[in-house]
């Protein structure tokens, strides 16, 4: 082995050629490292900064917390068999997920629902609530009520084992409700215009009896309200947040792929003293 003078390149030489792929490596960066110091101190510096910065990047994607999914702890839970319409909607909430497209199409579905909650209110007629079968187990029935003097919409309320749903089931030639007809157009802009909002959520929330419930929070509750779609749970269910002005908070899940809301309300947030 000759060094023609210059050892250092000779061992380059000799480790290039007679150990293999690892001293192919260990060659390499004996080379980066001699290029590395004749450059200027600055540019050292500089190199030395935009490593050291890479792998910090690397090490924290990798141990990094994951992203919080899906809706935060619920602190109370009720039943609500009464409907929450109206408010005011608030997509730029922190946290909302309103360009979704399943909250988009959660939140036209839920529309519908609202409006012929509203329409019905306006209309009653008085109809009752009918059970189909015995109903003797009180964690499996179906109710519905039928608007034969009306519009001839049917409303279904099922319970399964913990879990309630509530749905509409429009009827195609006398609904009265539809968000799509074009005399309905003004009600679809005035969920997104407080002041259009304010007077149908105050009578949804004091319409009923409100019932008091632990943690400072009742159940329907009474004031109006600031509604925004949060992240979807699954293909199916997406979470719809109402925060009141006392700053209680819940969500109630819509699943898009039965048209049906899930009754059970789940609170988020309660302040202390009264409400309203």
């Known amino acids: 082995m000759t060094t023609d003078g210059n ?6 030489a000799a480790s290039t050629g007679g150990g293999g792929s690892k001293g192919a490596f260990q060659a390499g960066i004996d080379g980066l490292v001699q290029i590395a110091m004749s450059l200027p101190i600055a540019l050292r510096a500089l190199i030395a900064f935009g490593i050291l910065a890479i792998v910090g990047l690397l090490v924290y994607e990798k141990y990094k917390s ?5 809706p935060p702890p619920v602190i109370q839970t009720a039943t609500n068999n009464q409907p ?3 408010g005011s909607a608030d997509p730029g909430h922190a946290g909302a997920d309103s360009t979704n497209p399943q909250n988009i199409e959660a939140a036209h579905k839920s529309a519908e629902d609202d409006a012929a909650y509203k329409w019905h209110f306006d209309h009653s007629d008085d109809t ?7 109903g003797s187990n009180p964690n ?3 109710h ?3 608007f034969a003097k009306s519009d001839k919409c049917l409303y279904i309320r099922r319970k399964e084992g913990n879990k309630e ?3 509409w089931l ?5 609904s009265q409700h539809s968000i799509d007809k074009n005399t309905v157009s003004r009600r679809v802009e005035s969920r997104n215009e407080p002041k259009n909002n304010w007077l149908w959520a105050l009578i949804a929330t004091t319409a009923f009896a409100a019932t008091p419930q632990a943690a400072n929070c009742q159940n329907p509750h009474p004031g109006t309200f600031r509604y925004w779609w949060g992240k979807p749970i699954d293909s199916c269910r997406s979470p719809m947040y109402r925060q009141f002005q006392d700053g209680c908070t819940h969500y109630q899940i819509y699943n898009r792929c039965s048209n049906a809301w899930e009754n059970e309300i789940n609170w988020t947030t309660c302040t202390a003293g009264g409400h309203h």
Do not use: M, N, R, T
């Open 7 to 12: 050892g250092e390149s000779g061992a380059i």
């Open 66 to 70: 994951p992203e919080p999914g899906g």
């Open 84 to 86: 929450y319409w109206g």
């Open 128 to 134: 009752q609530e009918i059970a189909l079968g015995d």
């Open 140 to 142: 499996e029935f179906l």
């Open 144 to 146: 519905y009520k039928y």
């Open 165 to 167: 749903y509530s749905q």
């Open 170 to 174: 429009p009827d195609p030639v006398f």
